[in-house]
């Protein structure tokens, strides 16, 4: 592959771009360093990929970039660049939700309408599903987001498809559910549950604690989506979940035991936006891209913890 991978200073992205200079592929990689984190975080993201020799970074923003030069001689978009969390995507935040899910990703697709790719394969969420959904959730449920980063993900997968149907372009789209490990991003959950316990602090968790997600290990995300490269059928929505459904209260006993020590947890009330379950019907998954995923909770949590810690000794 030639493969284009946008959002690769982010959390996924990086290591997506790692594991496709790892299987031999040629690895373009953009992303402009949006706000919503710090840059410092994205560029030790990157720190492992600089410098190698199948390897290109160029720091553009795609809203503002000559998309048609960018994916000439690209076989492969891995299109994850986006702005991701629920909680933000509330009152004028939204602005950055439209913006960079829904503009850039329709920039993006009228390049590949008219420079053919072999795939492009769009990162969606769980989020798309809403609550009313029946669990485990399948693709073709009728989907109806509880917040506005969701809807921007629907309304992304539906410029896929229309794209796919008017113009061939051979999309392949991905709904992700809540992704950990290392490098996961700083507003995420566990990467602040880790933190807190790691430093003895109080944990902040929103609701009852008996919320459930999927929790999906980064390595099993990218494992699927090198997959629906070349597997898979274009047109198609796949589920990649990591196989369990976790109450958030069990989850915390998993982080008490990484840190070896009791947790100080303050309630919060429950946040508009926040879905009450995911849980992923991956069947389809399975099928079709030979997707299992291999990594439990708590191998999983442990392995952020462990990344957690040592950057907390570098920069306590
Ligand atoms: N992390 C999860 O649990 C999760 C779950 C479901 C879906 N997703 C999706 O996966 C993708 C990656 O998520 P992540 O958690 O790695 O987020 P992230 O914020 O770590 O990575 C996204 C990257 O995209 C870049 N970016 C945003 N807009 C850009 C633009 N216009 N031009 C260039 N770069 C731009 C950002 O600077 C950032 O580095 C997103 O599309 C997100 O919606 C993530």
């Given at each position: 592959?030639?493969?284009?991978?946008?959002?690769?200073?982010?959390?996924?992205?990086?290591?997506?771009?790692?594991?496709?200079?790892?299987?031999?592929?040629?690895?373009?990689?953009?992303?402009?360093?949006?706000?919503?984190?710090?840059?410092?975080?994205?560029?030790?993201?990157?720190?492992?990929?600089?410098?190698?020799?199948?390897?290109?970074?160029?720091?553009?923003?795609?809203?503002?970039?000559?998309?048609?030069?960018?994916?000439?001689?690209?076989?492969?978009?891995?299109?994850?660049?986006?702005?991701?969390?629920?909680?933000?995507?509330?009152?004028?935040?939204?602005?950055?939700?439209?913006?960079?899910?829904?503009?850039?990703?329709?920039?993006?697709?009228?390049?590949?309408?008219?420079?053919?790719?072999?795939?492009?394969?769009?990162?969606?969420?769980?989020?798309?599903?809403?609550?009313?959904?029946?669990?485990?959730?399948?693709?073709?449920?009728?989907?109806?987001?509880?917040?506005?980063?969701?809807?921007?993900?629907?309304?992304?997968?539906?410029?896929?498809?229309?794209?796919?149907?008017?113009?061939?372009?051979?999309?392949?789209?991905?709904?992700?559910?809540?992704?950990y490990g290392p490098?996961q991003?700083p507003?995420m959950a566990f990467h602040r549950f880790l933190l807190a316990a790691i430093r003895?602090k109080?944990i902040?968790?929103?609701?009852?604690?008996?919320?459930?997600?999927?929790?999906?290990?980064?390595?099993?995300?990218?494992?699927?989506?090198?997959?629906?490269?070349?597997?898979?059928?274009?047109?198609?929505?796949?589920?990649?979940?990591?196989?369990?459904?976790?109450?958030?209260?069990?989850a915390l006993?998993i982080v008490a035991a990484c840190a070896g020590r009791?947790l100080?947890?303050?309630?919060?009330?429950?946040?508009?936006?926040?879905?009450?379950?995911?849980?992923?019907?991956?069947?389809?998954?399975?099928?079709?891209?030979?997707?299992?995923?291999?990594?439990?909770?708590?191998?999983g949590l442990r392995a952020e913890h462990e990344w957690l810690s040592q950057l907390s000794?570098?920069?306590?």
């Amino acid at each position: 592959m030639n493969a284009l991978v946008t959002g690769v200073a982010g959390f996924i992205g990086s290591h997506l771009a790692e594991a496709l200079i790892g299987d031999g592929h040629k690895v373009i990689g953009v992303d402009c360093f949006t706000d919503y984190y710090e840059r410092s975080r994205k560029e030790a993201n990157l720190s492992s990929l600089m410098g190698h020799s199948s390897f290109k970074f160029t720091e553009i923003d795609l809203m503002e970039t000559d998309l048609a030069t960018l994916v000439a001689g690209v076989t492969h978009v891995f299109h994850l660049a986006a702005q991701p969390g629920v909680r933000h995507s509330w009152k004028r935040g939204f602005r950055a939700y439209t913006a960079r899910n829904l503009d850039a990703t329709q920039g993006l697709l009228e390049a590949c309408a008219e420079q053919p790719v072999e795939r492009f394969i769009y990162a969606s969420s769980s989020s798309v599903y809403g609550d009313h959904a029946a669990l485990p959730m399948r693709e073709d449920a009728s989907p109806l987001p509880v917040s506005p980063y969701g809807v921007t993900k629907l309304a992304a997968e539906l410029l896929c498809r229309l794209y796919h149907e008017t113009s061939g372009v051979p999309v392949v789209v991905l709904r992700y559910f809540t992704v950990y490990g290392p490098r996961q991003r700083p507003d995420m959950a566990f990467h602040r549950f880790l933190l807190a316990a790691i430093r003895g602090k109080p944990i902040y968790v929103y609701g009852d604690g008996r919320q459930t997600r999927d929790f999906t290990f980064v390595s099993d995300t990218v494992t699927a989506t090198v997959a629906a490269g070349t597997h898979g059928t274009v047109g198609r929505i796949y589920n990649v979940g990591g196989g369990s459904q976790v109450s958030v209260s069990d989850a915390l006993e998993i982080v008490a035991a990484c840190a070896g020590r009791p947790l100080d947890i303050q309630r919060k009330p429950c946040q508009r936006g926040d879905m009450r379950d995911t849980y992923a019907d991956t069947s389809l998954a399975q099928r079709d891209l030979g997707f299992t995923p291999t990594i439990s909770l708590t191998e999983g949590l442990r392995a952020e913890h462990e990344w957690l810690s040592q950057l907390s000794t570098v920069n306590p």
